[in-house]
């Protein structure tokens, strides 16, 4: 009963946040009935499946601090799940994406005991090594499909919301909004949460918080596990969007830091930060690419821009965009800001 | 601060709610063409655009000295001249940037149909997207056989499959065993039954990889080492130490440019001496290849489905690479010709449909057959099968394996097989380096 | 009996020479992680750059490649020094996650612009000194020209990087900046200039050994990558700073990844058949490299945690 209060509960947030987290909430909400491109529309979609992931790596990444750099095995446990059972079984989504986020977790539990012994750059490294390890190995395990991958047979009467099969992407759209304010929810309980406290104490300083009797490593193991879930969940989705995975599509290590890069450019450690961070890199990401790219004749050029901003934002603030609004804010009323 | 926030997203909106601009024109069928123009294959990419853009510009205008039906006159006769457009995009050799864009040029552009996408991860993603929204696609370039065995309804494939690619190059060996091949006698089967084979660890790779596997027992050849590898590998002598171990006749490989590169310099410092080394295309024909190696790429094999010397025996491949390297300056290559005949294979079709509905593009797709001598690579020509286990495939395409010579101080890509196309006598056994 | 012993052989010989090519590779990284604990993510591209500036200079200058290695360490060391000034240098102020961040952007910045100027073929020198030439001895084993120069460079280096850090003040005074940063600026050390300092040697000892594996490698804007990671991996294996670890770590590395062919040997002889033990080798390092900091989190040689 307390968490579904505190889920609901955004009152230390200023007015002004919250009438904009509402004005964009209804702008998702109706963006299918607007006149819309469809490469918008998958851009929307790209956007709320980074959002999903970054609300995920938010958990470790920032509420934690611990930089994780292999949430793409998590997507890949997640996929392979949902496609593997609809492939060999005949599963729904609905019932191969729950076991999908359980594999995930229980993966994440017997890898995050060792891995939370390690600290700083050493844990971000090991965390690349791991995931890179399980892409290797799904890239010869047959009965995943190898390099091969699996492809999803396209079901004979769509739309199907038991396997996930829809023609126009504004089914999708849904689906995904969906999931992303229960996650904005799940999140907004979890920074209430006995968890979220011991987590940032952990962040400001492990010592003390372990002096005050806090399991840090047990803290961080069970963080992990919750951004795993997230990840995990929406590796299920992606099966079934794409209608087909392979190992270095849905594992790879670009993936894992992209996901770091955009909850870390939005703000980590806050609740609108990741989903700022995808709003700002997909778009820019996709439009960019679409208008400077190949076509162009300039290539690379949108990447150097992204670049730029990246290497911009890291220098002038390294708690990305937010916590520009949140420096704005101390300045002005010289003190309280919610995160 | 609050007024910039609300510009922002004003900005931002309109940015995602204006749709492509496209100026609709009457006498126009847009043809979307999804492609590797950046990223790890963009040299290939260039090569497949160049293509596509030339089998375009001479579908559109009538050039007199050119033997194809479609340069006869401009534009699809039956559809009262309507020219070709083509709307490039680039997927990056990611396959959601592929589908994602297959669903921009289908409800944006309002595309006729899709050609593409030489990766066959994208290419599948695409065709999944093709198959839900029942617009028809042409694919020149990608050659996994898992392709044509989804059974859709709404792609079909030009170029052949790795399956018929391996297959050819057993052929070949047996043919080489039996004194088939040109100005080389009968070669003992000791000397070729050793078979060492290292592909790359992709979609594509492990495909060959396993073929190569079934074909070495079906025609019981000894293949002593089958390895796979990490593509874009920093190093591949441990790998080329494994192969060499081995003492193969002949050695296989699957392997895209830089690792095709690397994998000849690797082999060349370690002074391997097999009878026979053959590259499954890809990396071993871009032009990078023999740009690089030089006369160390001297008396390499390569299936392709392209060289400048078809022009010998075909009287049209010449004039169209004629023109070709007038436009972009080098001969055309399997990429370039084979995206060069997916575009003709679009034109034939809307010609025979007479009619630019998916339906009616769908029934003329599998009902078309193309002449072999309307075509540039040498082909018997275009038929796509619609029934049995490769549905949607070309059943007249054919692969060709060529060999590096040096001719005076170019090297050029000799025809080997078919031994009956053969341009000149095989070099055998492998030089060395 | 005797194939099996020469195969060990090939693999143990080749195992140690590729080792050393990547701890040199890796050395660059190890000396700015320990004078400024930052992880470079663009590391992989300093290298590319110092391969295209041997590989674009050479047939300007018309000389062999291997008088290039000079400009390419000097390329090396203004771009580290401009990355410090221009980025690092902000960076540092913030979080560890901001150095990731920060970094991670300079990559694709320098990637992305080689592909704008230099296109995407792969490249590589073509006539050299040390092109295309190998040596064989012993039981058929083949030693690269190249890769002995890069093993050889690579014992320079190391020599020549120990030397400067624990035998000369500037030495010293990276070291007391490593360190404690706060009491080395007390002790009238301008740690500014030495943190500068650090990337001039990290930027230039990489894009020399870029400039002698184009030799052997080709050159693309997309090959840092692949460097990165097993940079990343040697570093944290011989552990974040040790310059004596990073050296030992390579080595380890590179007998790992030779470990493929002398598993084939063994199988050979005693007829087992594993064909895909190949794509397992860098596999291999990773998870070695994992367990190794399960057990040891500070690496084999690290004192800094």
């Known amino acids: 009963m307390e968490a579904i209060k505190n889920a609901l509960d955004f009152s230390d947030f200023p007015r002004l946040d919250l009438s904009l987290a509402g004005a964009v909430f209804a702008f998702l909400l109706l963006f299918p009935a607007l006149p819309h491109s469809s490469f918008a529309m998958a851009t929307m979609i790209q956007f709320l499946m980074f959002s999903l992931y970054g609300m995920g790596w938010n958990t470790i990444g920032g509420y934690a601090g611990q930089v994780d750099l292999g949430k793409a095995q998590y997507n890949g446990i997640g996929a392979y799940t949902t496609a593997v059972m609809m492939v060999r079984w005949d599963v729904p989504f609905w019932v191969s994406m729950p076991v999908g986020m359980a594999l995930a977790v229980g993966w994440s539990f017997l890898i995050g005991y060792p891995l939370f012994r390690l600290k700083g750059h050493y844990f971000s490294i090991a965390t690349i090594a791991t995931s890179l390890v399980l892409k290797d190995l799904f890239e010869v395990w047959d009965f995943v499909g190898a390099a091969t991958g699996l492809q999803i047979p396209i079901r004979s009467k769509l739309p199907d919301f038991l396997y996930l099969q829809f023609r126009h992407d504004y089914y999708y759209y849904y689906i995904l909004l969906a999931l992303f304010v229960v996650g904005i929810l799940y999140l907004n309980a979890f920074r209430h949460s006995r968890l979220g406290f011991q987590l940032r104490a952990i962040k400001d300083n492990e010592d003390v918080a372990k002096s005050l009797g806090i399991d840090a490593h047990w803290c961080k193991i069970k963080a992990y596990a919750v951004a795993t879930a997230f990840v995990a969940v929406v590796g299920s989705f992606h099966a079934c969007y794409n209608f087909n995975i392979e190992p270095e599509d849905v594992m790879s290590l670009d993936l894992s830091v992209l996901i770091a890069m955009m909850a870390l450019l939005g703000g980590a450690g806050s609740l609108w930060g990741p989903i700022i961070g995808a709003a700002i890199l997909v778009p820019l990401k996709s439009y960019m690419g679409d208008w400077l790219g190949a076509a162009s004749g300039l290539e690379g050029l949108n990447l150097i821009i992204y670049g730029g901003i990246i290497m911009l934002i890291a220098a002038v603030q390294p708690r990305g965009v937010w916590g520009m609004v949140e420096a704005v804010r101390a300045r002005r009323r010289g003190g309280y800001a919610a995160s | ?433 | 009996m005797e194939t099996l012993f020469a195969e060990l052989a090939k693999s143990l010989v080749s195992g140690l020479i590729m080792g050393m090519v990547f701890a040199l590779v890796a050395l660059g990284l190890t000396v700015i992680f320990g004078v400024m604990d930052v992880v470079n993510f663009a590391h992989g591209e300093f290298l590319m750059i110092g391969m295209y500036t041997t590989l674009l200079t050479s047939p300007i200058l018309k000389v062999d490649p291997l008088v290039t290695l000079p400009l390419a360490g000097l390329v090396g060391a203004a771009l580290g020094v401009m990355c410090y000034y221009g980025l690092v240098r902000f960076l540092l102020r913030g979080p560890m996650v901001a150095q990731l961040l920060g970094t991670f952007g300079l990559m694709l910045t320098l990637r992305n612009l080689a592909l704008l100027f230099l296109g995407s073929e792969p490249q590589i020198v073509h006539e050299g000194l040390l092109v295309g030439k190998s040596y064989v001895f012993g039981p058929g084993i083949v030693l690269e020209s190249t890769k002995l120069a890069a093993a050889l460079l690579s014992i320079v280096s190391f020599a020549v990087v120990w030397w400067l850090i624990r035998r000369t003040k500037l030495g010293m005074a990276l070291t007391a900046t490593s360190l404690d940063a706060e009491g080395a600026r007390y002790m009238g050390i301008s740690t500014e200039r030495m943190n500068a300092t650090a990337w001039a040697i990290g930027g230039a000892s990489v894009s020399i050994a870029g400039g002698l594996l184009v030799n052997f490698w080709p050159v693309d804007p997309n090959v840092g990558l692949l460097f990165t990671m097993i940079a990343f991996a040697t570093v944290a294996l011989g552990g974040f700073g040790s310059i004596r670890g990073a050296f030992y770590a390579g080595v380890i590395i590179g007998l790992i990844v030779y470990f493929p062919p002398a598993w084939d040997a063994l199988s050979n002889f005693g007829g087992l058949d594993w064909p895909s033990i190949h794509s397992f080798k860098y596999t291999f390092v990773y998870l070695i490299y994992f367990l190794i900091m399960v057990f040891r989190p500070q690496g084999l040689f690290g004192w800094k945690q």
């Open chain 2, 1 to 433: 601060m609050r007024k910039l926030a609300w510009l922002t997203a004003a900005a931002l909106l309109a940015a995602l709610l204006i749709p492509g601009l496209a100026l609709a024109e009457d006498k126009e069928i847009k043809i979307g063409v999804i492609y590797p123009l950046t990223g790890g294959a963009a040299a290939e990419g260039r090569e497949l655009r160049a293509g596509a853009e030339l089998a375009q510009e001479i579908a559109n205008s009538a050039m007199a000295d050119i033997d194809m039906a479609m340069a006869k006159n401009a534009g699809i006769k039956a559809l009262g001249g309507a020219k070709i457009t083509l709307i490039l995009k680039d997927h990056q050799g990611n396959p959601q940037l592929g589908a994602d864009l297959a669903k921009k040029l289908i409800e944006d552009d309002k595309v006729v149909g899709i050609l593409g996408c030489y990766h066959s991860s994208v290419t599948k993603t695409v065709a999944a997207v093709c198959e839900r929204f029942g617009v028809p696609m042409i694919n020149d370039s990608s050659t996994s056989p898992a392709l044509t065995k989804a059974g859709f309804k709404w792609f079909w494939r030009t170029t052949p499959h790795d399956d018929q690619f391996t297959k050819d190059l057993f052929e070949f060996l047996k043919g080489l065993s039996e004194g088939k091949a040109k100005g080389v006698k009968a070669v003992p089967m000791a000397d070729l039954k050793t078979l060492a084979a290292a592909c790359e660890k992709t979609e594509w790779g492990t495909n060959v990889s396993a073929t190569i596997k079934r074909y070495a027992d079906e025609y019981k050849f000894d293949l002593a080492s089958n390895l796979l590898y990490a593509a874009k590998s920093p190093d591949l002598s441990a790998e080329v130490q494994s192969l060499l171990a081995a003492k193969p006749g002949a050695m296989l490989f699957a392997s895209y440019t830089s690792d095709a590169i690397l994998m000849m310099k690797t082999l060349q410092s370690m002074k391997a001496a097999p009878k026979i080394l053959w590259g499954q295309d890809a990396g071993f024909e871009a032009p990078e290849f023999v740009g690089t190696l030089g006369d160390a790429s001297v008396g390499v094999l390569t299936r392709t489905v392209f060289t400048p010397q078809v022009a010998q025996v075909k009287k049209v491949s010449g004039q169209v690479n004629n023109l070709y390297k007038e436009k972009v300056g080098h001969d055309l290559s399997g990429a370039s010709a084979r995206a060069f005949t997916g575009l003709q294979a679009w034109v034939y079709v809307l010609e025979k449909a007479a009619s630019t509905k998916p339906e009616d593009i769908q029934k003329a797709c599998n009902s078309i057959t193309i002449p072999g001598e309307e075509l540039v690579v040498p082909w018997n020509g275009i038929k796509f099968a619609t029934q049995g286990e490769d549905i949607g495939q070309n059943v007249l395409g054919m692969g060709m394996i060529g060999q590096y010579q040096k001719k005076g101080d170019k090297i050029t890509l000799e025809i080997a097989y078919p031994f009956d196309l053969a341009t000149t006598n095989l070099v055998y056994p492998f030089p060395g380096f």
